[in-house]
């Protein structure tokens, strides 16, 4: 049931600390088992660890504070094409695809939460925060998987006339 529309933009509601929508819709994709309370502890935990970091950082240049972190570390993670497979004539093609606004959001949010899930042994707000601090200046494991994909796309750029 590809395309199909659901109530979920209109029922998403801001989150109660920086009323943002975008932050909300990523506490829920942090969420695990229901428990909410506990995924926007993690969440306002890591920007208030990131807030800190800005705090003690004087670069030229910096965001002025952790929401705008937070953004710009999603912005910088966003995939503007992807691969997909096509069978044309009985073989497999990896033909680059333009991903959509939606879906940018999506992956930029999954690459970022796999990035922090991935690390083991601190909790999860200081590895959520280090994450998205990585992210926002251009580093970290969520932008090694957007340039990884872009380079795919790159790649495969030949069977781009298979896209219809």
């Known amino acids: 049931m590809a395309g199909r529309i659901t109530k979920s933009e209109e029922q998403l509601r801001p989150d109660p600390?920086?009323?943002?929508?975008?932050?909300a819709k990523f506490?829920?994709?942090?969420?695990?088992?229901?428990?909410?309370?506990?995924?926007?502890r993690v969440v306002y935990d890591a920007l208030d660890l990131i807030e800190q970091k800005l705090a003690k950082n004087d670069e030229e240049g910096k965001p002025p504070d952790a929401i705008s972190v937070f953004h710009k570390a999603v912005d910088n993670c966003k995939p503007y094409?992807?691969?997909?497979s096509k069978r044309i004539g009985g073989a497999n093609y990896q033909v680059p695809i333009q991903v959509n606004?939606?879906?940018?959001?999506?992956?930029?949010f999954r690459w970022i939460i796999a990035a922090a899930r991935g690390e083991k042994g601190r909790p999860m707000a200081a590895k959520l925060a280090d994450e998205l601090w990585a992210a926002a200046r251009g580093e970290g494991k969520a932008m090694m998987?957007?340039?990884?994909?872009?380079?795919?796309?790159?790649?495969?750029k030949a069977?781009?006339?298979f896209a219809k």
Do not use: P, W
């Not at 506490?27 to 926007?40: F, H, P, S």
């Open 145 to 156: 998987t957007r340039e990884q994909t872009h380079r795919m796309a790159e790649a495969n």
């Open 81 to 84: 094409v992807e691969v997909r």
């Open 159 to 161: 069977f781009a006339h």
């Open 17 to 23: 600390k920086f009323n943002d929508i975008v932050l």
């Open 101 to 108: 606004r939606k879906r940018q959001q999506s992956l930029a």
């Open 27 to 40: 506490i829920n994709c942090i969420m695990l088992d229901g428990k909410k309370t506990r995924a926007e």
